[in-house]
Every structure is written in structure tokens, then in C-alpha cells.
């Protein structure tokens, strides 16, 4: 393994995967430019949102006791931009600040900033395992769509970006006053509850890349694999795509027959 993941907090899987489904022309096109233009789509929070309401959402706790906050990084802060303030002006705004931290609404101006902060992450998804049936029922169109299978030493630069989600059982609320804006958003994006553990997910976070197509190097997509449920006339298109991407000849060895679990077949039969 490369020096960015020798001796770090995980240890990165040899193969990555990303269920894709293939319910609609959207579908299509996002696997096109997948397979065609070597790109993967930055999925905004907002549309992990639609599969488990709690993902990526910003919580924040804002309650803490004067001398706290007077010590936070805030606070430090305050001080340090007013260092022309007497000792007493800056007590009083603290102190009056410390009070409207009380006040529902400043907690949800807060959450509303950093919601902001975290919506502008491009999130791109990946399991550990290429034949998981809840993923193929929940990713990729009930088995009618696909699994590609990424290698991540073939393009260092991109999955450096990559870390593992930390599963819990509660999502405790990010402290304002000890972290900082981008460890705070950071934190929430790579936590899921740990009812969705076995999809032993790694996720991949870009700054201002919510609804934008990352570019990938070609050769770290090292296999295309069909679900069982794919129908004739999908498995016909897809081999159209593999053939402009690489060859007929080449399109065949990347669509190889798999049988794991009997969920994963061929695209192409010979």
C-alpha cells in the first residue's frame, strides 16, 4: 500500500465498489459518464437524504457554561479581533453572546451555516464487497442495474480522498466550540447510524463538488459487473458502451462470467 494509508486509522480494501441502478435515461447517462468519460457524480447531501433522512443532516450542540465558551475557539477568537476593546466591553459581548446561544433560533442559524457548509461536498459511495443482495436491491435497480469494481492503487490522487463511515448508535450533535467548522461537517458526512453497518461503506468527500462530475484515471475501473436481474435489452446497451469504451475484444474480458451467490452474471455470453 502507498505511504497514504500505511499506518493510518484504516486499512483501505484492495477493491472498492459502486452499485449503480438503471432505472432511466438520469441512470444511463451518469453510467456513460462513468464508463465513456472516466467521471463519477459528487451526489450532494441532500439526495443521500432520500435514503436514510439522518445522512449527512448537520446537528449541533450550542449549550455550554460562560467560562466554556469564554475558553473555546470562538471566544479566543473574539477577543483576538477586538484586541482594542477593554476588558469589560469584551466580557459584556461574550457574556451577551453567551445568552443568545440559549435562544432556539440562534441554534438553528448555526445549523443552517453548517447544513450550508456540508451541502457543498460532492459525496461519491463505495462498499467493500461486490455482492451484497440489500446493495443490489437498494443501489442498483433490484439486480437490473450494475457493480463496478474500482482498484484503488490505480489512482492514488482520487481515492486518498476515500475513509471509511463510522457506524453509531446515536448521532450525537457536533460541539461548536470545540471543533472547527470543517471537522464539525466532516464528521457528520463520513457518520451513519449503525442500522446501516453492513453495507460497510467507504465515502469519498469533495469540497465544492456536490453535483459535479469528478474526474477518475481510466484503468482503476477494472471490471463491469451486470446484476442477474438485467434484462436483454440493457445487457445488449451495455455492451454497446463497453465496446465504445474499450474494444469488443477488451469489453469481453471486463464483462467476465461471475456466479458469486448466483447474483452477478455475464454481459456478454461469447
Keep these: 500500500m502507498p505511504k497514504i494509508w500505511t499506518g493510518s486509522e484504516f486499512k483501505m480494501p484492495e477493491r472498492l465498489y459502486r452499485y449503480r441502478p438503471l432505472a432511466g435515461e438520469k441512470d444511463w447517462d451518469y453510467l456513460e459518464q462513468i464508463l465513456l468519460n472516466s467521471t463519477m457524480y459528487g451526489a450532494p447531501p ?24 469564554k475558553r473555546s475557539s470562538y ?6 479581533q477586538h484586541s482594542d476593546w477593554s476588558e469589560s466591553e469584551s466580557d459584556s ?10 435562544k432556539p433560533d440562534f441554534n438553528l442559524d448555526v445549523v443552517n451555516a453548517l447544513q450550508g457548509s456540508a451541502d457543498q461536498y460532492g459525496v461519491i459511495c463505495f462498499s467493500t464487497d461486490g455482492d ?18 474500482l482498484d484503488p492503487l490505480k489512482d492514488v490522487d482520487f481515492f486518498r480522498k476515500v475513509k471509511p463511515v463510522n457506524y453509531v448508535d446515536v448521532l450525537e450533535p457536533a460541539n461548536v466550540f470545540t471543533d472547527t467548522t470543517e471537522v464539525q461537517v ?12 453492513s453495507e460497510d461503506e467507504f465515502r469519498a468527500l469533495f469540497e465544492r463538488g456536490a453535483g459535479q462530475q469528478i474526474p477518475f484515471r481510466p484503468e482503476a475501473l477494472v471490471e463491469v459487473k451486470p446484476g442477474l436481474a438485467m434484462n436483454e435489452v440493457d445487457r445488449r446497451r451495455l455492451k454497446v458502451i463497453l465496446r465504445r469504451r474499450m474494444g469488443g475484444a477488451l469489453a469481453r474480458s471486463l464483462c467476465t462470467e461471475h456466479k458469486s451467490r448466483g447474483i452477478i452474471s455475464s454481459v456478454d455470453k461469447g
Design 93 to 102: 459581548y461574550l457574556r451577551q453572546y453567551h445568552k443568545n446561544l440559549m
Design 186 to 197: 466532516r464528521k457528520r458526512l463520513y457518520t451513519k447510524l449503525d442500522k446501516y453497518e
Design 132 to 149: 451484497i443482495p440489500t446493495q443490489w436491491r437498494s443501489y442498483a435497480s433490484e439486480g437490473r442495474g450494475v457493480c463496478l469494481e
Design 75 to 80: 471566544g479566543q477568537e473574539v477577543t483576538q
Design 46 to 69: 441532500g439526495i443521500l437524504q432520500k435514503m436514510d433522512p439522518e445522512d449527512c443532516r448537520v446537528a449541533v450542540n450550542t449549550l455550554c457554561t460562560l467560562d466554556e465558551f
